[in-house]
Each structure stands twice: as C-alpha cells, then as structure tokens.
C-alpha cells in the first residue's frame, strides 16, 4: 500500500474532499517526515519551515465553503527564489540572509487563493546557478548539499533541487520550482518525479529573484501528469481545458534527435521502448532535428541578468540591491561566503551595463523571435516532441515543457522524459497518455 505522503496530489485533494483525511492531518504527516529526513541530517531539501502551517490547514478545515477550492487542504513548499510573505527569499545566499518577504509573490497568492497550505521554502542551487563555474547542482551557501532521495552519490539536479527532492522524497503534496533552462524538467527527471514548464508568460513572474524575466517560469514538480494539470490549472493566467488523453492511435509525436549519438544506449533503448508502443497502437512517430540555440539563450541571460536581479532587489527589502554589492559581500570572505567562486556573477557585472542597451542583447531577442516561429511552424503538427540528445531550444523560445516517468533504471535510480511542444494544452493531453505507456518509477526507500 503507498504511504500517504506518497500519494499524487489529486489522489490527495480527493481523500480530503471526501473528508477521509483532513487538511491538519496531512500537514502533521508532512511536517513530521521533514523533520525526520527533510533537514540537514536527511536530504536537506528545506530551507525554512512556515510556522503557521498547522493554523492554515486548521482554518481550512473550518471553512466548508472553500472546500472545492482546487487545491483544499494540499501542502506545498515553495523554492527560496519565490517570495513568501514572512519568509527568507534568499536564492539560497548567504548575501541575501536577511531579507523576509513582505508579501507573497502573486504565484504563490495563487496558491493560497486556490486553497493550498504553505509549507515552507525548499533549498536550491545559489542563485538559480547563475553563480558561478562548476557549481555543484544542488549547493549554495545558505542552504548548503541537497542529497539526491535515491542515492547521496546521485546528482539531484539543478537549480530546483530542493524542490524535486522534496517531492521524491515524500515531504509535501507538491512544490513550486522556477525554470529557466532545465531547472524544473531536468530536476524532475533526476529525481524520479513531473515537473511542468509552462509556456512563457503563463504565470505571474513578480516575486521572484530573477535569472532573467525574458526566460525564467515558475511550475510545478509533483507526482504525475494529472497533478500537473491540476495544480497548473488552479494558478495559470488564463482558464486550462480539462485534462484529456490523445488516443494513442492518434498520437503524433516528433522525435528531435539532435545530439541522439550522446545519449546512453540504456536510455535510448527505454525511449525506443515507448515509441515503438506508440506506432504498435497505431499512433505516428516522426524524426525532426531541432539544435540547441544557447548562444541566444546565453546573450539574452548574460545582459539581462544584471538589471533583472537589480529590479527585484529595489523593489524589495532585501539588504543588497545592486549586483556589485552582492559580489562584494562574496569576495569579504571567499571560503565561506563563495567557495566555489563568483565567475558567472562577475562575468554579468563586466559585460552588462544594467540598462539593457547592449545591441547584442536586442539581437538575441530578434534572433529568438525568429526562431520560436520556425520551430512552432515545426511543431504545430505534433501534439510533443520528445528530447533525445540535449537541446535548450524550447527553453530560449519559451515553449512548454514536462517531464514524465520513464523507467527505473538498472542501479534503482529514476530515469525521466522530457517532452516539449508548440502548445500547453496538446502536450499535456499527450504527456497524460506517454505516461500511461510507461513503466513509470518508484518513490525512494526512505
């Protein structure tokens, strides 16, 4: 039998409907499994824990008229790059310590609107790992390593780590990551859980420390599919169709093999699995290559990071609000505040004026226009496009992305697939069916 800190949320937010489990009860659950193995003893996945979470699930329960609420009684952590009113929003540094959030972000007064409970923060990698070279995934200096659920030798992905790990390892009935490029379906896909990247502009981006407005998300890391859905429906700017299989002898799913010769044979074997169950059942498999754009992606991050980070920063009370200031603090004291240095973060400050006026950030712009419409061209006769090989293309366009549970693989570890489209409501509709053709994984024995 799955354990109830196990369950998908929508299983969840149907017991509590039901009122076979109340919103205090599954919040006790998850607080008392983050204390046993959610700290720095365990996979260090939380940041900070809201105080008021037990008062929030007790008035929940209270309030019979906000049980249809879409998300009643369901307990989520949030990344530390998110603002959370009464909380740290560091981007897990130690520079931005002391700054508490003086209002929720409007994601996250989505949530509570829709009837979810705050839990607490999740750890991440220090700044989004827009930090620095060779970052490990998962560290930064507040928060120190989070730890993979199924492995401590495994990476956990980057830089929503704490967040897919929180879900994996069973401590909240969803989280909240932000993407920028992979941060939420590569960090699903490591850590055996769905992560959903909605297209850009399809949830408020205020309230978040930035990589860059133009190409950062926030998005959900759950279970499955449906929960994606649903959770993704509750907060989106703009009303989501139900959920509906693609009939898989209907399917039609684009396979972009760019860079296929650098994907194991284990993992092509597992993809090769599930797209020959799509043609067996009648549905269309098609190969189309699509390459990475990163040096687009790149100039559009490396000009825009510097006055992004800097408009958060004025607008909040954080204690440092200028980039400059931030990389002095590190440089203070290197081996505790930096000790992996402060590359990336300097390398923003010396090439980007902070007015975004550079001509090859507005060429980067142009470029990126004019790809997202030959890739969508591309792509408009596919309900997904499953990534082989490493591509960012969906990521510097800003097109939907998701990730759903492959496989196990043969070491006990999860193995996910990234699938990307031309339109959210198409790709998650055939993300709900590839996983139904799946093996799908196993939570971690903890």
Known sequence: MTPVFHLPAHVLREEITNKRLSAEALTKIYLDRIEAIGGK?????????????????????????????????????????????GLH?????????GHIACKDAPVVERLRQSGAIILGKTNMTEFANY?????????????????????????????????????????????????????????????????????????PGEGV??????????????????????????????????????????????VNTYQYDQVSKEQLDRYEALLNNIKQKGGEVTEINQPAASVTRRNVMRYAFKHDLEAYLKASDAPRKTLQ??????????????????????????????????????????DREELKAKITEELKAFDACLMTGHTDIMHTINLPSITINLAMADDNTPRGAILYGADEERLLNAALTLQRLCPGVVPPNL
Do not use: W
């Not at 824990?49 to 699930?57: N, R």
């Not at 929003?89 to 310590?97: D, E, F, Q, R, Y």
């Not at 240095?341 to 975004?356: H, K, P, R």
């Open 209 to 254: 420390i930035p990589i860059c407005f133009a190409l950062d998300t926030a998005g959900p890391l759950c279970r499955d599919v449906e929960d994606a859905h649903m959770i993704y429906a509750a907060i989106a700017k703009r009303t989501v169709s139900p959920l509906s299989p693609v009939p898989a002898s209907r399917l039609k799913i684009a």
């Open 325 to 366: 200031e931030i990389i002095n603090f590190y440089n203070e004291a290197p081996e505790t505040h930096a000790p992996y240095g402060v590359t990336v973060l300097q390398m923003a400050q010396d090439v980007a004026t902070g007015n975004l006026d550079e001509p090859a950030y507005h060429e980067a712009l142009k």
């Open 89 to 97: 929003t560091t981007a897990g540094s130690v520079a931005l310590s």
């Open 131 to 203: 930090m620095t070279d060779n970052l490990p995934n998962g560290f930064s200096s507040r928060g120190g390593q989070v730890v993979n659920a199924y492995h401590p030798d495994k990476d956990p992905g980057g830089s929503s780590t704490g967040s897919a790990v929180a879900v994996s390892a069973g401590l909240c009935a969803f989280a909240i990551g932000t993407d920028t490029c992979f941060s939420i379906v590569g960090c699903a896909s490591e850590n055996g859980v769905t992560g959903f990247k909605p297209a850009g502009g399809s949830l």
């Open 41 to 85: 003893n365990g996979v260090n996945a939380i940041a900070e824990i809201d105080e008021t979470a037990l008062a929030q699930a007790r008035a929940l329960d209270q309030d019979e008229a906000k049980r249809t609420l879409p998300l009643f009684g369901l307990p989520v952590l949030i990344k530390d790059n998110i603002d959370v009113m």
